[in-house]
C-alpha cells in the first residue's frame, strides 16, 4: 500500500562511485513507481560529502542561473580541527575559479550541516543544506575523532519514517581490522620488544569503494586509497601508543607493512591478511660485501632513450650512475647494503692533497630515502655531471632506499594512481635518517654516513616529494595525523634546515634558490595555483613565500650538514610532463645551491700572496 501523506523525500548516503549512486538512485525510484508512490530521492556520497553536493547537485545550477558567486557555511565540530570540513570541500575552489565563480568558504556553526547560497551580483538565486552523516570513533592511537558514515532517512512532510546509520563497506572493514588484526600486531610486539615485530604485514582487500579521477587539478576521489593510508599509518600510529613514543617518532621498526586495496564497484568486498614472522633471529643480519646478492649485471645504457617523465627502475638508476662515474673519471662505492641485501652505491670524488682547504667542504646528495618520492632519484643521477663539472669534493648517493623502490614498482604495476606510503620506510619499517640519529648506522644508512664522512661534506641536499593530491585518513580524524600541513599539495616546496650560527647564509641561499627557481615559467604556475587552492581549504600556511614561492626555513641542530637543502615535489602519483617539470625544479635548486656553496667557499679563499 502506498504511504499517504504526500511524496516522500529520501536521503542516501553510500560510500560509492558516482556510477553506482546513479544505478542506487533509479533502483529506489523504480521501486516507489511500482507502489505508485512518488518520491524525491537523493543519493549522495558518504565520503567527501560536501564536495560532491557542489559538484553533483549545485553546479547545474549555477550554470543555468549564470551565478558568479557561491557562499558555503561549513561546520565547526568538536572534535573534529576548525578546518575539518573546509577541507572536505577541496578541491571545490579550483572547480569555482574554473567555472568563473567566485568562492566564499566560511566556518559555521556546531550543526553536522554544509549550508550554500548562489548569488548574482547581490541578488539570491537560491539556498540549500545538505546534511553530514558522521559516526564517532576511537582512532588506533586513541584519539576521539569523527569519521564518514552512510545514512538513511525517509520523510513525509515534517514526519520522519526512517532514520538510520548504514555502515559502508570501508567502515566495516576498518572496523574489523581494529578488532582483529590489531591486537594481534600488538599482541606480537609485546612478545618482541625492541625487535622487528614481523618480516610483512600483507593486506589485500577488494571493497565497493569509490577510486576515480577528478576533472580537477591532479586530484582524485579514493577510499581504497584511504584505506591503505589507515591500515600502513594506523599500524604504526598503534604500536607507537603502545611503545609510549610520540606520533613524529620514525625509529619504530614494526617491519614491513604492505597494504593494497582495489576498488570492485558493485560487488561484495573481501580481504586477506597475511602475516609473515621474522622467525627466532633478533635482527636481521647485516650484509657485506662478501655476504651479499651480487649487483645486477649493470647493461650498458642508452642515455638518451632513458626517459625523463616516469621513475626509472632501480637498476636503471644504478646503471646510470655507473655510467656517469666511468664517463667523468669518479669513484664507484657500495658502501652498505639494504636489509634485503640491495646495495646502495655512491658515485663521489675525494678531495685532494693538493686541494686547497677552502675548496675542501664537500656536498652531499642524497636521494630515495622515502622511496614512493620518485622524481629525485632521476634528478640525482643526471646531477653527477654537474657536479663534476666543479671543483668542490661531493658524493652521490640517488636511491638510499632500494628496498623501498623495489616494493613501490611493485605497488604501482596493481594502482599506479595510488600514493603507496607503504614503500616510505625500509624494510625494518623505520626511516633511515632517523636510524642516523639515533645513533645507529647500520643497512641502508651506513651509506649516507659513510659518504659524508668520506668527502667532509658541508651541504647537504637532499632530495625529496609528497603527495600530489589530497591525503587522507578519513576515520583518524580526515587530514593525515601528524602530516597535516601536508595533506593538500602546495607546489614545489624547499626547505632549507642550518645550524646555529647559519641563518643569514640559509636566508641567502634560499633567495638564490627562489631566484633560480623564478626562470622556470612552469613550475611557477603550477605553484601559485596549487598554494592558491591549497590555502583556500586550509587555515595559515605553513611556509612562507620568497620570491612567490614556499620556503621552509629552520634551526635544525640534529642536521646531518650545517646547510640542508630540502626539495620537496609533489610528485607521488604524478608521471609524463609534469614528472619531467619537477625533475627540473629539483635540479635548478641544486644548481643554484651548488653554485652558492662554491661562491662561499672561494670567497673563503686565502688573499693572493
Known sequence: MPITGGPLIVHAYVSESPEVRAGLKNTILQKFRERGQSAAVHVRSAYKTGYFWAAEEIQPLWRRHQADRLSVTYPVIAPATQ???????????????????????????????????????????????????????TSPDGREVFGPTGWLTVKSQAETLHDERLPTDGELFWDWYGEVVLPHVLNLAGERPGLPIFKNLSVNLHLSEPDFALDVLDERVSMTEALTEEIYFGTLDALKQRAGTPVSDRSLIPGRIAPVATSTPGQNGWVRVTLTPWGESSFPPEFTAETAPALPKLAAIDVGALSTDRPWKPAHIWAYARQQAEQFGLEWAIPAYSVDGRPVPTVLRRSTADQPEFLARGVLLTSGQHANETTGPVAAAQLIGTLAANPLPFAVLPLENPDGAHLHRALTQLNPEHMHHAARYTSLGDDLEFRLRNGDPRWEARARAWAAGEIGASLHLNLHGYPAHE???????????????????????????????????????????????????????????????????????????????????????????????????????????????????????????????????????????
Open 471 to 609: 591525503w587522507v585518513r578519513p576515520y583518524s580524524g580526515y587530514a593525515p595525523f601528524g602530516f597535516e600541513s601536508w595533506a593538500l599539495p602546495a607546489g614545489f616546496l624547499t626547505i632549507i634546515r642550518y645550524h646555529s650560527g647559519h641563518q643569514k647564509s640559509a636566508h641567502r641561499l634560499a633567495d638564490a634558490i627562489a631566484t633560480r627557481l623564478t626562470t622556470l615559467d612552469d613550475v611557477v604556475a603550477h605553484t601559485t595555483r596549487a598554494c592558491r587552492t591549497g590555502a583556500a581549504h586550509s587555515g595559515p600556511p605553513h611556509y612562507e613565500l620568497i620570491r612567490g614561492l614556499p620556503f621552509l626555513l629552520a634551526e635544525y641542530p640534529e642536521a646531518l650538514c650545517p646547510l640542508t637543502v630540502i626539495t620537496e615535489a609533489p610528485d607521488e602519483t604524478i608521471y609524463g610532463q609534469r614528472f619531467a617539470m619537477f625533475v627540473r625544479a629539483h635540479q635548478a635548486v641544486c644548481e643554484a645551491a651548488i653554485e652558492y656553496h662554491r661562491l662561499c667557499c672561494l670567497t673563503q679563499a686565502p688573499p693572493p700572496a
Open 83 to 137: 578546518g575539518r570540513f573546509l577541507q572536505e570541500l577541496y578541491p571545490l575552489a579550483a572547480l569555482l575559479e574554473r567555472e568563473g565563480v567566485r568562492a566564499e568558504l566560511k566556518a559555521g556553526g556546531s550543526a553536522t550541516q554544509y549550508e550554500a547560497v548562489l548569488y548574482r551580483g547581490e541578488t539570491v538565486l537560491w539556498h540549500g543544506a545538505c546534511a553530514v552523516p558522521l559516526h564517532h570513533r
